[in-house]
């Protein structure tokens, strides 16, 4: 299940189960998204972007849903690996903000084997 | 893809002492560079924007004399923390854009974590 701790929700799933994590944007200027990994002590790794003219994206095994209309992203990981347990972070960013990226608050993945 | 070196990885400093920080683009040219710091179990926290032959912006909040950015080339940029306090211990990311691209990806280094004694 998916609970909010003292600064990083977490949400833990059955190895094998899809996972779907959710991201809520404030900016309703912002018109390029992106969903990042971070393992403990590294950098974020870029995982897939969308535009704001489109509404669903697809990767391997990674599908991205914006909804514009709640400022709502998600990021689903199908079939999903003990490899995929990081912290993951969407990002936005706005052309009227001089193309910075914002991260949203991040959600903890972990895998259960 | 393209490369984001980040040097150190991790430096320890006593009170007082100032500390450099490289990021340096190894296959491209990155016009724009951005520094980040991330405390334990939060999310990345943008510091400044880093411009090529221009002065830095800086986010509100943080002090430009505390943490000096200079972007001389396009393939480098590097932040300083200066008079470094325990408080200033934290995970510093730097991140570039491809100037040469036609998309808006950003590219990371692997973060240097600072932790001063």
């Known amino acids: 299940g998916e609970s909010v701790g003292l600064h990083l929700p977490t949400l833990s799933v059955q190895e094998g189960d899809n996972s779907i994590i959710n991201c809520a944007y404030s900016n309703s200027a912002s018109d390029y998204f992106i969903w990042y990994k971070q393992e403990s002590g590294k950098g974020p790794q870029f995982i897939i972007d969308?535009?704001?003219?489109?509404d669903k994206r697809q990767g391997q095994r990674v599908t991205v849903l914006l909804n514009k209309t709640v400022k709502h992203l998600s990021l689903q990981i199908a079939a999903t690996q003990p490899g995929d347990s990081a912290v993951y972070f969407c990002a936005e960013m706005a052309k009227t903000s001089y193309d910075k990226v914002i991260f949203g608050p991040g959600t903890s993945l972990s895998v259960i084997p | 893809g393209a490369v984001v070196s980040q040097h150190p990885s991790r430096v320890i400093c006593k009170s007082g002492t100032s500390v450099k920080i490289e990021c340096r683009s190894l296959?491209?040219?990155?016009?724009?560079m951005f520094w980040y710091r991330q405390f334990p179990k939060q999310s990345l926290m943008l510091m400044a924007t880093?411009?090529?032959?221009?002065?830095?912006?800086?986010e509100q909040g943080v002090e430009k004399d505390k943490f000096l950015i200079n972007h001389a080339s396009l393939t480098l940029s590097t932040l300083t923390v200066t008079s470094a306090h325990p408080e200033d211990s934290s995970f510093y990311i730097c991140?570039?854009?491809?100037?040469?691209?036609?998309?808006?990806?950003?590219?990371f280094g692997s973060g240097t974590q600072l932790s001063v004694l």
């Open positions: 991140s570039a854009r491809d100037g040469g691209a036609t998309n808006e990806k950003l590219f």
């Open positions: 969308i535009r704001s003219n489109m």
């Open positions: 296959d491209f040219q990155a016009t724009t």
């Open positions: 880093s411009n090529e032959g221009s002065k830095a912006t800086y």
